[in-house]
Structure formats: C-alpha cells, structure tokens
C-alpha cells in the first residue's frame, strides 16, 4: 500500500516565488527525507527531518513535520528556474529496516 | 568521491535476450538498492543489500536477479525481460550507520531500459 501521497500533483509558479509542497502518510516513521529528480536522472537528497524534529532549514528549503497529523511539508522560498523538477518525500517506516517508500512526487515549474 | 555510477546509460534489449546493469560506488556505503521507475511514477524499490547480503527482495519476478560481489559492487541481471519492464533502473547506496533506522541514499542518474 501506498504510504505518502503528495499535493499538489503538478505546481506552476513564476521565479521568486515561493513553492510548497505537502506530503503524508499512513504509519510511523522513523524520519521523512525528501528528494529531488530533474527530468529522467536520477534522485538528489535534499533534506532529512527525524520523527522528533519539528522543523528544519537547509539554505532556501525549509521542511516541517507533524507526526499527529502524519505530514510534512517542503517550501523553497524565492524559486528559480533551475529548482524546476519533481519533487518525492520518502519515508523511513518504523521497524522495516531502513526502507524508504517514496510519495507520488510533485512536479514543479518555475519559469523565468 | 561522492558518487554512484551507472552502466550503460542506456539500453536496448530484446524479450530472448540476457543482459546486465552495473553499479558502483567508492562511499564506503554498506547497503545499496535496486529500484525501477515507471515515467511519471516514484522509484519503486526491488533489491536491498545490506554488507553484501541480500536483506530485502520486494516480490520481484526471478527474470530480476541481483548480485552484490563486493561492497562497492551491485549489479542487476536481466533475462527474458517482458515490454513492460521498460524503466528508468536506479541504484542507490546508503552507509547504513543505523540497522533500523534509514539514512540518506545516494542514487546513481540511472540506466533507461527498453525491451522490445
């Protein structure tokens, strides 16, 4: 089964802009990491965010966490071009030995 | 060095045919991953090796077959592949400090596979 669903599916936003996306899931986890992937390459870690953390940054992303709600969110602030690709949380479930189950990605846009 | 690599970027095989992917890294990384990505699609996980014991086969068919010769080794026989099977094949590795808890994955840019 499926364990993060994404939204918005697709987001279009112009540079300089602020893009946010949402992802949840089912069960607890150990940590939530998201990952970027430009078109048909293969996947760059952004972010990890532990089950007891809050809230973290790294430069212009800034990802939070709820475990009571079972969500996290990721929000690059003053996009650019270049941050357009999709975008998957993946989430490290409790007691499965280090496995990650990816969400349905976001596909963001920034045009110039 | 920081990376995963993957051979052939590309490949193009047909359903009789039996072919490998190969992929490396030099990160002292002891878990390393086989997923498959359908387009528009999250990578999906196959393989997990743990210290070059397979620990984690997510019901692939046996027409897969994964090997780990060394840690810094992963490859990925393939025979009588179906059409279906056409994918973005993706390795990752992982330097498993924690058995039970995830860490980052390092992924490889992927070898696009099609079968005819």
């Known amino acids: 089964s499926q364990q993060g669903e994404e939204d918005p599916q697709a987001l279009s936003i112009q540079e300089g802009e602020n893009a946010t996306m949402n992802c949840s899931y089912k069960?607890?986890?150990?940590?939530l990491q998201w990952y970027r992937q430009n078109s048909g390459r293969g996947l760059v870690h952004l972010i990890l965010i532990r089950s007891n953390e809050r809230e973290k940054h790294s430069g212009r992303l800034r990802v939070t966490l709820d475990t009571s709600k079972k969500s996290s969110s990721l929000l690059i602030t003053a996009s650019r071009a270049a941050d357009t690709a999709s975008y998957f949380c993946a989430t490290d479930i409790y007691n499965q030995g280090g496995k990650l189950i990816f969400g349905q990605g976001t596909e963001l846009s920034v045009k110039p | 060095d920081t990376e995963v690599t993957q051979t052939p970027k590309h490949l193009v095989m047909g359903m009789t045919n039996k072919k490998s992917l190969k992929c490396e890294q030099h990160?002292?990384?002891?878990?390393m991953y086989w997923y498959k990505q359908k387009a528009k699609k999250p990578p999906e996980l196959m393989f997990v090796?743990?210290?070059?014991?397979?620990?984690i086969n997510e019901s692939v068919p046996s027409r897969f077959s994964p090997e780990c010769p060394n840690s810094s080794l992963l490859n990925l026989h393939l025979h009588a592949l179906q059409p279906e099977d056409s994918a973005l094949y993706l390795c990752a590795s992982s330097p498993l400090r924690w058995r039970e808890s995830g860490e980052t994955q390092y992924f490889g840019p992927g070898t696009r596979l099609l079968v005819l």
């Open positions: 069960t607890s986890i150990n940590n």
């Open positions: 090796y743990s210290y070059e014991k397979l620990s």
């Open positions: 990160m002292g990384h002891r878990a």
